[in-house]
């Protein structure tokens, strides 16, 4: 469990830009931002407006260029490539479009949310992953491809395939867009219950102003800097 009032995740003073010369463009600008063990924190903006960049940052999916991000105390600015590795053990992704396998199972494709975890049998990853399933009401579905699933019961596979390795933090963009309302509640509801069991630290992207009730803190990001935070009253 994480202790909830230590820092997951510390940026500072964090540009980003892509391209080079003349194309360069800096799509980031001294973003400053702490994420606490155990908080639930939606980040709102327009559409390129820098969202799904932080989050691949934050996320070891990206290298980071100039500032500080830490996660766990570990400096991601110069780190290596087997560092960030290392990183994305503690961390879950769900994304709006599931990225589910669709040539194997619920069951397999949950086992791969253990895969960077060498520490597994065969058999113990089977378990976990079953065990997750049941966790997002699927125990019954273990066994379908994804295209026989719903798109609601698709997005849950994803979190259970998340969540499967108890991460320190978990980062969703946009996981409520391809859903109905109800599926959607359902969805944001069920992680939030979850990681709230294990602990986890959740960072959630969306335009879905029907789930901002599930945050604890709601940040804005505009034109690449993030604005005065917000946090909800409970
Ligand atoms: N790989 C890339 N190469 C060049 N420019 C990029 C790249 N990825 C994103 N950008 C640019 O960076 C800016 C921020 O994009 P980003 O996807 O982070 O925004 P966003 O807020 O997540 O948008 P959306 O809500 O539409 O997903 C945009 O101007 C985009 O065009």
């Given at each position: 469990m994480s202790n909830p009032n230590s820092a997951v995740l510390t940026i500072a003073h964090l540009d980003h830009a892509f391209g080079v010369g003349e194309l360069r463009k800096q799509v980031l600008f001294d973003i400053h931002l702490t994420l606490q063990g155990g908080e639930i924190v939606i980040m709102t903006g327009p559409s390129g407006s820098g969202k799904t960049t932080l989050l691949t940052l934050m996320g070891g999916l990206r290298s980071v260029q100039k500032g500080s991000l830490k996660f766990l105390g570990l400096e991601?600015?110069?780190?290596t490539e087997r560092q960030r590795v290392e990183v994305r053990r503690h961390i879950g992704y769900i994304f709006q479009a599931h990225?589910?396998?669709?040539?194997?199972?619920a069951l397999q494709n949950v086992r791969m949310g253990l895969?960077?975890?060498?520490?597994?049998?065969v058999a113990e990853m089977e378990q976990r992953a079953s065990q997750a399933l049941e966790a997002v009401g699927l125990g019954d579905r273990i066994s379908y491809y994804p295209a026989n699933l719903s798109g609601g019961q698709r997005q849950r596979v994803a979190i259970a395939r998340a969540l499967v390795s108890q991460p320190k933090l978990l980062l969703a963009d946009?996981?409520?867009?391809?859903?109905?309302r109800q599926s959607g509640r359902d969805v944001v509801t069920l992680m939030q219950h979850l990681a709230q069991e294990q602990g986890c630290t959740i960072l959630l992207v969306t335009h879905?102003?029907?789930?901002?009730?599930?945050?604890d803190r709601i940040i804005e990001m505009e034109d690449g800097r993030l604005l005065a935070s917000r946090t909800v009253n409970s």
């Open positions: 991601l600015c110069g780190a990225n589910l396998h669709g040539s194997l199972t895969e960077l975890h060498r520490q597994y049998s946009e996981p409520t867009a391809a859903l109905d879905d102003n029907r789930i901002l009730d599930v945050a």
